[in-house]
């Protein structure tokens, strides 16, 4: 008869219990009540300045316990400041002595059974608490200085100032990079622009919602956001805002999403795509694939000289999520949000002075006269020839690359030691078959591209 295991209710990872450490430990007892508070033993403080003596057993004893209550030392530095007026002197007296005169006059306070603050002298408050003079010193200095409540300094991450300069200088070397627009999704924006054209919006519509990844060179720049505009402008009459939201990283599983996975899926399936035809055929299966290449704008260069850079916004470019677009009148405006749900920014224009939607004209690309990188020409080059021999040019399947590399590797001329790093470095040949899908990118797009449109 098999025997299985019992069950029970403890977990099986020990749970962490802090207050069994040993410097918890130390810790509570260091700040715990030492022993019974000290009756005053001054006789002559019984007057308005001082009414030490006029305290009861219960009072001192109350005072005492509602200190100790709490053994975290924070909470009782506050307790002192609580009970203590502290304030500069009003005037200083010539002394002949090296003893220099006091930068604080601390006046020390002890509540009474009805809730009144008695003033007492420092021995008799010390007494009571049972605390050094030092500690209730430096516990009011401090917050004379800093005019903050008291924080903890001791323990914590001390490696981390060990190492900051090296990671302040890491983080400066790289933002001294310049950021570039990723060569593979320049033309999505001519995507975008192409299906916002083509959709039929009702008449009852006055606002659109985008909603899509925040990739910066896909969907979340100033090439987007002026295209968008440039469309509002032109757009019905009905339509008056356009909301482009970013939902949080890591939780943007948008609808084609799946598809780019299942496309991505297949295409391993096959060991070598040479042809544009068999990126076209995979695509197929997947949606419907619809042919840019008359239909691709230059809208980079378009909004570059209209619109401000993202430092000379009235907002924060990069951490906003919310982008709304708004048509006032005959002008479009932009206004970003941080958070979702709580809008307090303006709606401001974001074009230079003189400038409006209008002004952003693109210019269409044409077909073959985009110069592909000359190091990425002959790494297809050497790779068709690895792969096909030397008369891979007079093959008629391979048109594509003939014409390719007829019309510009003439025109363009490679230094010799690039080409000699290019043929030595067969492992990373392979890179330039990236280039077809370049290619591809810019002829072809989804009815099902990541981005999903909601009608308001």
């Given at each position: 008869?098999?025997?299985?295991?019992?069950?029970?209710?403890?977990?099986?990872?020990?749970?962490?219990?802090?207050a069994?450490?040993?410097?918890t430990?130390?810790?509570?007892?260091r700040?715990?009540?030492?022993?019974?508070?000290?009756?005053?033993?001054?006789?002559?403080?019984?007057?308005?300045?001082?009414?030490?003596?006029?305290l009861?057993?219960?009072?001192?004893?109350?005072?005492?316990?509602?200190?100790?209550?709490?053994?975290?030392?924070l909470k009782?530095?506050?307790?002192?400041?609580?009970?203590?007026?502290?304030?500069?002197?009003?005037?200083?007296?010539?002394?002949?002595?090296?003893?220099?005169?006091?930068?604080?006059?601390?006046?020390y306070?002890?509540?009474?059974?009805?809730?009144?603050?008695?003033?007492?002298?420092?021995?008799?408050?010390?007494?009571?608490?049972l605390?050094?003079?030092?500690?209730?010193?430096?516990v009011?200095?401090?917050?004379?200085?800093?005019?903050k409540?008291?924080?903890?300094?001791?323990?914590?991450?001390?490696?981390?100032?060990?190492?900051e300069?090296?990671?302040?200088?890491?983080?400066?070397?790289?933002?001294?990079?310049?950021?570039?627009?990723?060569?593979y999704?320049?033309?999505?924006t001519?995507?975008?622009n192409?299906c916002?054209?083509?959709?039929?919006?009702?008449?009852?519509?006055?606002?659109?919602?985008?909603?899509?990844?925040?990739?910066?060179?896909?969907?979340?720049?100033?090439t987007?956001i002026?295209?968008?505009?440039?469309?509002?402008?032109?757009?019905?009459?009905?339509?008056?805002?356009?909301?482009?939201?970013?939902?949080?990283?890591?939780?943007?599983?948008?609808?084609s999403?799946?598809v780019?996975?299942?496309?991505?899926?297949?295409?391993?399936k096959h060991?070598?795509?040479?042809?544009p035809?068999?990126?076209?055929?995979?695509?197929?299966?997947?949606?419907?694939?619809?042919?840019?290449?008359?239909?691709?704008?230059d809208?980079?260069?378009?909004?570059?000289?209209v619109?401000?850079?993202?430092?000379?916004?009235?907002?924060?470019?990069?951490?906003?999520?919310?982008?709304?677009?708004?048509?006032?009148?005959?002008?479009?405006?932009?206004?970003?949000?941080?958070?979702?749900r709580?809008?307090?920014?303006?709606?401001?224009?974001?074009?230079?002075?003189?400038?409006?939607?209008?002004?952003?004209?693109?210019?269409?690309?044409?077909s073959?006269?985009?110069n592909?990188?000359?190091?990425?020409?002959?790494?297809i080059?050497?790779?068709?020839?690895?792969?096909?021999?030397?008369?891979?040019?007079?093959?008629?399947?391979?048109?594509?690359?003939?014409?390719?590399?007829?019309?510009?590797?003439?025109?363009?001329?490679?230094?010799?030691?690039?080409?000699?790093c290019?043929?030595?470095?067969?492992?990373?040949?392979?890179?330039?078959?990236s280039?077809?899908?370049?290619?591809?990118?810019i002829?072809?797009?989804?009815?099902?591209?990541?981005?999903?449109?909601?009608?308001?």
């Amino acid at each position: 008869m098999e025997a299985y295991p019992k069950t029970t209710d403890k977990p099986r990872k020990r749970v962490v219990n802090k207050a069994a450490w040993k410097r918890t430990r130390e810790k509570l007892e260091r700040y715990s009540s030492p022993g019974a508070p000290k009756k005053p033993s001054c006789k002559n403080h019984c007057g308005k300045t001082f009414s030490c003596t006029l305290l009861t057993h219960r009072e001192i004893r109350q005072f005492h316990d509602m200190f100790y209550l709490s053994r975290d030392k924070l909470k009782q530095d506050a307790f002192i400041l609580k009970y203590t007026d502290h304030c500069i002197p009003k005037r200083s007296r010539k002394t002949t002595c090296l003893r220099e005169n006091r930068a604080v006059s601390v006046k020390y306070y002890i509540p009474t059974l009805s809730h009144k603050k008695v003033p007492v002298c420092q021995k008799t408050f010390l007494g009571i608490l049972l605390v050094t003079k030092h500690r209730a010193q430096g516990v009011i200095q401090r917050f004379m200085k800093s005019g903050k409540m008291p924080v903890e300094t001791r323990g914590g991450n001390r490696k981390e100032k060990l190492f900051e300069k090296k990671a302040r200088s890491v983080q400066d070397f790289i933002e001294k990079f310049p950021v570039i627009e990723n060569h593979y999704c320049r033309s999505k924006t001519s995507a975008v622009n192409h299906c916002l054209k083509n959709i039929d919006i009702p008449e009852n519509v006055e606002r659109l919602r985008l909603m899509c990844d925040g990739c910066g060179g896909q969907n979340k720049n100033t090439t987007m956001i002026g295209m968008l505009c440039s469309w509002l402008q032109k757009a019905p009459a009905h339509l008056q805002q356009i909301e482009l939201i970013f939902p949080m990283v890591g939780h943007s599983f948008l609808p084609s999403d799946r598809v780019f996975a299942r496309i991505e899926k297949d295409i391993k399936k096959h060991e070598v795509l040479v042809l544009p035809q068999d990126y076209v055929n995979i695509f197929a299966e997947h949606g419907t694939p619809i042919n840019l290449e008359d239909k691709v704008f230059d809208w980079k260069s378009a909004c570059q000289n209209v619109i401000k850079q993202p430092g000379n916004w009235h907002f924060q470019f990069n951490p906003t999520k919310y982008f709304f677009i708004i048509k006032q009148r005959n002008e479009i405006v932009v206004r970003g949000e941080q958070h979702y749900r709580s809008h307090f920014g303006k709606a401001l224009t974001v074009f230079r002075k003189k400038c409006s939607a209008t002004h952003i004209k693109p210019k269409p690309i044409v077909s073959g006269e985009v110069n592909v990188n000359p190091l990425k020409l002959s790494g297809i080059s050497a790779l068709l020839k690895k792969h096909f021999g030397e008369d891979f040019m007079q093959m008629p399947d391979l048109q594509f690359y003939q014409h390719l590399l007829e019309t510009q590797v003439d025109d363009i001329a490679v230094d010799a030691e690039q080409e000699a790093c290019t043929n030595k470095d067969t492992d990373g040949i392979y890179f330039y078959l990236s280039a077809l899908k370049n290619v591809l990118e810019i002829l072809l797009y989804f009815q099902s591209f990541p981005l999903q449109f909601i009608f308001e």
